[in-house]
């Protein structure tokens, strides 16, 4: 493995954590606990849960019973959404930009130029040549790319991923689950949501089926 750091060896323990909205149970208690490098894929129907449950998992919701921790010191996180979220400039300033923004918090990713690292980036998911292409006319496929090559750039402990195919066509996804073969390889671990049984085949090492607002299995992939 070329593993760009060490991954989380200390596991992602979700004990009991619920979500009720006014009034309305949207996650049941639900206990998890993801360990190792591993790729986890979360399955489900319409409105199972699957996003809530990632959100929660990545702090970008707080629960509102039961708790999320990392034994151990917080990993760096990034996510990819579904329809990236990106700024209005060029391609490469988005990616520049992310650097820029986290040299605070995070000063080893700023040891090279960071225009440098962003063109390695761009060049890892094959968009160098969109370098300068305002980000918000890439086509759907090339965007996610973009999105993927900022979390890249992140170098993520944890990389999660909310339905990051469902609006690609077959030779867009094909880029997007090598790239998160290229995470898992490099040490990252993955935690994604599809509807695609046949993907979930490809990618995963165990999976989480929820139905309902509730966990109903956690297993490994092949056994599903
Ligand atoms: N932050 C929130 N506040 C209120 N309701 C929410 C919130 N997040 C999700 N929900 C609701 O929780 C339910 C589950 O949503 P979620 O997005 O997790 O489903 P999903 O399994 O990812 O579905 P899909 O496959 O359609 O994306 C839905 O009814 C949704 O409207």
Redesign the pocket.
């Known amino acids: 493995m070329n593993a760009r750091h060490t991954p989380p060896s200390l596991p992602l323990e979700l004990d009991s954590v619920g979500?009720i909205?006014?009034g309305?149970t949207?996650?049941k208690p639900t206990t998890l606990r993801l360990v190792g490098c591993q790729r986890t894929l979360?399955m489900?129907?319409?409105?199972?849960?699957?996003?809530?449950?990632?959100?929660l998992a990545h702090g970008l919701?707080t629960p509102t019973s039961g708790s999320v921790r990392w034994q151990g010191e917080q990993p760096a996180q990034a996510m990819v959404f579904?329809r990236p979220v990106l700024l209005r400039r060029s391609a490469l300033d988005n990616l520049t930009y992310v650097l820029a923004i986290n040299k605070a918090a995070r000063p080893e990713l700023t040891t090279l130029p960071r225009k440098a690292q962003a063109m390695s980036a761009l060049e890892k998911f094959g968009l160098a040549h969109l370098a300068k292409r305002p980000a918000r006319v890439l086509s759907g496929g090339e965007q996610q790319r973009l999105a993927l090559a900022r979390a890249w750039l992140l170098n993520p402990q944890v990389l999660f991923l909310?339905?990051p195919t469902s609006a690609l066509d077959p030779a867009a996804i094909k880029a997007v689950e090598d790239a998160v073969r290229e995470f898992h390889h490099s040490g990252t671990r993955i935690v994604m949501?599809t509807?695609d049984l046949q993907q979930a085949r490809r990618l995963a090492d165990d999976i989480v089926f929820?139905h309902n607002?509730e966990l109903l299995e956690h297993t490994p992939a092949h056994a599903f």
Do not use: C, V, W, Y
């Not at 489900?44 to 959100?55: C, D, E, I, V």
């Open positions: 979500f909205h006014r309305h949207l996650l979360i489900g129907p319409n409105g199972a849960g699957k996003s809530l449950l990632m959100r919701l579904q909310d339905e949501t509807h929820m607002g």
